[in-house]
């Protein structure tokens, strides 16, 4: 038989390692883990990584620093954050969306608090609608309640059908709970196409008009991006009480992407391969990109998205 002494010493020992082994600190250094109620964002490494990977956004970069930042240091906010990126296919929207989701948790895409939605895959079937609400309500209920700060991406904004955003409604407006649960410290991103029309033609105009790229303000352009998308039938926000309640804080344009942005995009893929970057095969990969207006070709019609797809013929050859 055992000694009480040594029995009660084997328990104190085990006791104090289940308590080492179940504390944060430890069990999180293995395990992703929800963010603590006063976790803060690092503002000057999402600054930094913006500036290096993100280019001819100065709009997009400005505004998205400053609204995360400012939500991320709110100790009580009174809403989730609620983001609406809109541009043409290649402009940075889904770069972005990433960058910020892995500065949120460091897993990025791969976290299981970071949660993306693709209008064609996981909504497909116009007639499926009632069920899709459900499912989405039901889902992001149940994620927040595991961790208030996870985040939401929802892609191809402009393939959804219309209304079925509108689903998620009360979680984004202004109460402190629903059913229970609290929704103001998630994020929530749409990801459109659409606007991108009205995007390029302001750019445009304002290289008509002598005017410098960079000298385009928020004020130039979230105005009529907003009732652009709320009447656009193709916008997923087509007539949305998202909009109408004004539930989304900002409309972030991604302006149309010139010659030179499209050789910052080659030289920085050609520095993630672990190649040293050669200024011939750069202008080469450039020059093969299609722009537009026909005339003055000053943008790029797909942005950078072809860029790592004519690099790898440029390195076969």
Known sequence: ALEPLSVGLAIGVASAL?????????????????????????A???????????????????????????????PSPKKPLT????GWAGTGKNFLSQILAQHVHPAGLRSK????????????????????????QNWIR?????????????????????????????????????????????IFIFLSNAGGDLINKAALDFWTSGKHREDI??????????????????SGLWHSSLIDRNLIDYFVPFLPLEHKHVKMCVRAEMTARGCAVDEKIVQA???????????????????????????DIHEDT
């Open 217 to 234: 303000q928020l004020k130039d352009l979230e105005p009529m991006l907003s009732v652009g998308v709320f009447n656009n039938k193709n």
């Open 18 to 42: 289940t308590g080492y082994l179940s504390h944060p600190s430890f069990y999180c250094s293995y395990v992703e883990c929800c963010p603590s109620a006063g976790h803060r964002l690092n």
């Open 142 to 186: 149940g994620n927040v309640t595991a961790c208030p700060h996870s985040v939401f991406i929802f892609d191809e904004m402009d393939k959804m059908h219309p209304g079925l955003i509108d689903a998620i409604k009360p979680f984004l407006d202004y109460y402190e709970q629903v059913d229970g649960v609290s929704y103001r410290k998630a």
């Open 113 to 136: 608090f970071v949660h993306l939605f693709l209008a064609t895959l996981h909504f497909p079937h116009h007639d499926q609608l009632k069920l899709y609400k459900e499912q989405l």
């Open 44 to 74: 000057t490494a999402l600054k930094v990584q913006l500036d290096t990977k993100l280019f001819g956004q100065h709009l997009a970069k400005d505004v998205v620093l400053k609204a995360v930042m400012g939500f991320s240091n709110n």
């Open 83 to 86: 983001l609406s990126l809109h």
């Open 285 to 311: 990969v450039a020059d093969e990109m299609t722009y537009f207006p026909k005339e003055q070709k000053i943008y790029s019609d797909k942005g950078c998205k072809t860029v790592q797809a004519k690099l």
